[in-house]
């Protein structure tokens, strides 16, 4: 059985830095594509950033280039996402993604 575990959100203050888990069981991610999604308040999910199994690149949301970093530890089957310089905006419950597959969420929020 596949699992998604996110950890590692909370509040933050703006400028703060926080950075998210997602641990995979039942599933070996080395091959996969993974990706990092958020969903904030009446807002639609999207894409923030996401490794590539085709080419082994990454893709970053224009809204986080810079402050984003995306990270993965094969033998730890987790790959992570590095959040520095966080804005308001960035408040959302983020998402781990593989194919056919979704983490549970973690609420991140940015505010004084």
């Known amino acids: 059985q596949v699992q998604l575990v996110e950890s590692g959100g909370g509040l933050v203050q703006p400028g703060g830095s926080l950075r998210l888990s997602c641990a995979a069981s039942?599933?070996?991610?080395?091959?996969?594509?993974i990706g990092w999604f958020r969903q904030a308040p009446g807002k639609e999910r999207e894409a923030v950033s996401c490794?590539?199994?085709?080419?082994?690149?990454?893709y970053y949301a224009d809204s986080v280039k810079g402050r984003f970093t995306i990270s993965r530890d094969n033998a730890k089957n987790t790959v992570y996402l590095q959040m520095n310089s966080l804005k308001p905006e960035d408040t959302a419950v983020y998402y781990c993604?593989?194919?056919?597959?979704w983490g549970q969420g973690t609420q991140v929020t940015v505010s004084s």
């Open positions: 039942g599933f070996s991610l080395d091959n996969s594509h």
């Open positions: 490794f590539s199994r085709s080419d082994g690149s990454t």
């Open positions: 993604w593989i194919p056919n597959y």
